[in-house]
């Protein structure tokens, strides 16, 4: 009876396989590596790269012990971190010749040291969180309000102008809160502004009140719209965030959304808060302007003469120069959107931009009188510039609607509007949450998290031999078998690993044996009421199944709880409880079992059981020990 | 070995009345405290500032609090973390001021009174650090947090939405799985001892994280466990033992169960102990509030959950209704275990 099926054997031997070649990665530890990434949204970073990246190291005499290329950058493995600095001063100077404008974000990283065959199986070491590898953490509150707000003003100006072309008169748009109020002097204005907002403005809502001998007509957001509004200002956001932190060199940031207004910023070993701090709060900002066309600043141009009085030099991503007029057509403030798109007629790659009701008339006036020449937009930051479009103006354009297109990939002109989005937050931010963790004491926090496992797990291990004898050895062996399988779940998952998740482990741990002494217990008792030992170990098991299935479940309900509601360094624990119970069932029953069948099963004329003293009260003051 | 030589079964629920007065009294000084004295929350839930500093020497905590009480910080508290070396500031949530400058101003003020330069370090990739003209580092900032006040008063409520909904399934599963009146003699149990925990954390005025907030839930759900080992034994008995009364059904249950459960919680112990030893200040009170929760777990779920089950006043019929008319011989022992 006490006999598993070959298929179960295979389970077992399958999930300890899975489990162990999972957990494996996290052994090898971490080896120093160099991360080549792109600083810059245009510049992708390919198979070419891989191959500068090679080149440059083998001009330098480095042999790397490895370079692998992956979604997003390329990652040198060397051997120990004087090689790691000489690899980054190597790569620095040859793919970033000029310092001051870096296109490459080379960062010291470290890498998990498991050899190639276990990367080959996606099996990677967990994650570790910020408080065991250092770092600052950020959590920052985009003001939702004033992107509404925002909206509401640009959708004002819209308002204006619309109004004006169909001629409807009115005694004043004002915005108020993100309302926006129109006063209107009799019946038949009210209703031709609401026929214009019913159809150009399909994004507002109106009522109209009676204010003495006028009406005051209240155009409002619709949900719907300013639902679209804020995900589109924290999708905004969070790219402008992207593209700032490239610049700090860290090799894995994590920035994510929580929640319907937050972005969390984490930057793994970064030390200098004040720097990051700085960084993030930045404003880049974005003109345009006219290109000097002159016979001087052609030659300026390629760099043939001096560049004219009143005008600038800049250079195109590609690397071409670009000389502007120094007067300013418009800012940044003026544009609201800008997006990838096709041309309508030659279907074309194109970007479509949307200006607000001043930009639309400042650009109407300048394409009049400037068509056949070419305008530039200009992104700053840092106090550099950089042309990051410069088209011909074919026509004059008016309505605030703004279409560049030709010679575009659709690839490029996705990067063009992400650029010229990426100018500006589209709302402020606020940091309302933010810790800093020195690199010391994460290691620390590390050897402590793991001191606690270890010695726990080694003191429960002993107890359960010495009082259970060999069923505790199997219990023991259970046990670790949670261990290798908890880790392997929690690494293929990428889970990300912090102390609270740390002090689950081992709580998980603690709570595990709990089946097991379930059943030892049971085994015995069913001994002492002299059951045969083959039906004891039967019994034992199939009685204590029931109890463990219910325990587990109240214990998983309050791990669920926890991973709803809690956030932070509470959900990194929860994730850890609720794995650890569910690998529990399996290691704890399935498992153990499996090693008592092994082990027992066979033996038909079983006498005797070791599970330590079974004491029974008729003999008494005689010990049986059950052996 | 076998630690529990019991003969014959203990008669529990005879002092049942005393327990409960016992627990009725510890319950209400929790209470009393918890009033009195309130939770000392951790900056998580109070907004406001953290920071631990580590001094190469022991350090001097009344100059350490003179320093930042100079930089004009109210209510600044400073205390010794760990070791003596170590020392953690608080500084309460301010309004207007953004908490990332405090801190950059006060491990600058610190600092410079240990005659010390705060400054970038270009040689180590950009690290802050704290050096003398002789390049000794007096102090190292380990770790710095700020939270906002939003932020705690929603992990506040979270906390508390939590605690609901683990009440909730608890009782929702023992009432489908046992019966009603299992299942609020369980909660009752056990929220007995979260509202102890927290008595404990209000006396000792021990900080009250979030951390300390999983280990509660966590032990709420762990001690659970308890009743319902206890709970599975009493359905089984009912189903057994046919001739014994629900009293000597629950101190049987509770006899045939003690030593599986006092085993299974020193487990469960030696781990938590491991983590108090060894986890650092980090861990302590988290490993302190198990501590207490697995205490009282083995006490309230023996002592208290049955106790108050037997009032509410179990019944065989509650839980073997149908299987009891199908059994045949009333006399086998094994008559209705089902397996």
Redesign the interface.
Known sequence: MNRYPIWKYAIILVALVIGALYTLPNFFGEAPAVQVSSSKATIKVDAGTRARVEDALAKAGIRPEAVMLDASSVKVRVADTDAQLKVKDALQKALNPDPADPVYVVA?NLLSGSPQWLSALRAAPMYLGLDLRGGVHF?L?VDMQAALSKKAESLAGDLRTALREKSVRHGGISRNGQAIEVRLRDTPTVQATRDVIADQFTDLVVAVAPEGSEYKLTATIKPEAARRVQEQALKQNMVTLHNRINELGVAEPVIQQQGLDRIVVQLPG??????A?EILGRTATLEVRMVDESAEARAAEVGAGPVPFGTEKFLERNGQAVVVKKQVIFTGDNLTDAQPGFDNQTQEAAVHLTLDAKGARIFKDVTRENVGKRMAILLFEKGKGEVVTAPVIRSEIGGGRVQISGRMTTVEANDTALLLRAGSLAAPM?????????P??GA??IS??F???A???A??CA??A??YMLFGLFSGLALAVNLLLLVAVLSMLQATLT??GM??M??A???A??SN??IN?RVR?ELRNGASAQAAIN?GY??AW??IF??N??????????L???????RG??VV?CIGILTSMFSAVFFSRGLVNLWYGRKKKLKTVSI????R?AADGV?TKAE | MEFFRIRRDIPFMENALIFNVISFLTFAAAVFFLITRGLHLSVEFTGGTVMEVSYSQPADVEKVRRTVAGLGFADVQVQNFGTSRDVLIRLPAQKGVSSAQQSERVIRELCTSEGGDYKTDPQQDGRVSCKTSAGAEPLVLKRTEFVGPQVGEELATDGLKALAMVVFGIVVYLAFRFEWKFAVAAIIANLHDVVIILGFFAFFQWEFSLAVLAAVLAVLGYSVNESVVIFDRIRENFRRYRKLTTIQIIDNAITSTISRTIITHGCTQMMVLSMLLFGGPTLHHFALALTIGILFGIYSSVFVAAAIAMWLGIKREDLVKSSTRREGDPNDPNAGATV
């Open positions: 010291l959590m509150q970064v030390q200098d808060t004040a720097r701090k606020e940091i309302i949450e933010e810790y800093t963790i020195g010391t004491l620390e926090n402590k998290g001191h606690s496992v010695w726990g797990f003191a429960i107890f359960m010495v009082y102390l609270p002090a689950a081992a709580l741990l603690g709570m044996i709990d002494v379930l217990e008792e019994a199939e009685r029931n109890t219910d325990s479940i109240t214990t998983l309900i309050a791990g669920v709880a926890l709803a509601f809690g956030s932070g360094p509470v624990f929860a409880h330590g003293t079974v004491w009260p010990i």
